[in-house]
């Protein structure tokens, strides 16, 4: 069981340039979230996701997009890649979140340099 | 809105004891409680559901006060292995926006 898959696990991007982090989860969970990370401090929700086809903007949203075209998979796309996005980018999922464990990816580093 | 978590930082001996407080300003239907380990995602300690629900795992445990929008999780005989950051976590009432608190960075010495 694979549970929460993140690709890729490292990455440097140059400044200005475009990527896109990729989240995949097997246990059918309606509810799916990306989180950053900066260096020493807590998780930042970025964008989540309520089912295919519905996304919203979480707290710090300004610089990526998502989109949700399936259950299993919610990608996070970083446009003009700014050193501000230097961080660890958790993807996370749950069946449900207010009674249920919230399931997290491996994560993602990233640096813009 | 982001759960304001105290202490920020606590460093025990093994053996000793350690509270850490998550204070929400706004309504709490549950709380859960993770932990992580530098360079690791975090991992999953217990959810409290209802208010002045009491949990256990281990030398673990935690309380849930709904009146109050605090939850405290409780470390007895701390290990080594209890270091890391805590954070609690909650969703925002009314909308599906899952959110963590602002941590607590826990080192126990031998």
């Known amino acids: 069981n694979a549970g929460v898959t993140q690709t890729p696990k490292f990455r440097i991007l140059k400044i200005g340039q475009s990527m896109t982090l990729q989240c995949t989860q097997d246990?059918?969970?309606?509810?799916m979230y990306w989180y950053r990370q900066d260096p020493g401090m807590g998780l930042k929700l970025i964008y989540y996701?309520?089912?295919?086809?519905?996304?919203d903007k979480g707290e710090v949203p300004n610089g990526y997009n998502v989109s949700r075209s399936t259950t299993e998979d919610f990608p996070l796309r970083l446009e003009l890649a700014a050193p501000s996005q230097t961080s660890v980018y958790f993807c996370?999922?749950?069946?449900?979140?207010?009674?249920?464990?919230?399931?997290f990816g491996e994560g993602s580093w990233l640096t813009v340099v | 809105q982001q759960p304001v978590q105290s202490p920020q930082a606590v460093i025990l001996r093994e053996g000793e004891d350690a509270v850490i407080n998550c204070s929400s300003s706004?309504?709490?239907?549950?709380v859960h409680w993770y932990r992580q380990k530098h360079g690791e995602a975090p991992v999953f300690l217990m959810i409290?559901?209802?208010?002045?629900e009491q949990k256990g795992h281990d030398k673990i445990s935690a309380s849930f006060n709904e009146k109050k929008q605090q939850s405290s999780l409780y470390l007895t005989a701390s290990q080594l292995s209890y270091s890391g950051t805590y954070f609690c976590?909650?969703?925002?009432?009314?909308?599906?926006?899952?959110?963590f608190g602002t941590g607590t960075r826990l080192k126990v010495l031998a």
């Open positions: 246990m059918n969970h309606n509810y």
């Open positions: 706004k309504a709490l239907y549950s």
């Open positions: 976590g909650t969703e925002i009432a009314g909308t599906y926006k899952y959110i």
């Open positions: 996370a999922s749950s069946f449900q979140p207010s009674v249920n464990t919230i399931y």
């Open positions: 996701s309520v089912g295919a086809g519905i996304t």
């Open positions: 409290l559901l209802k208010g002045g």
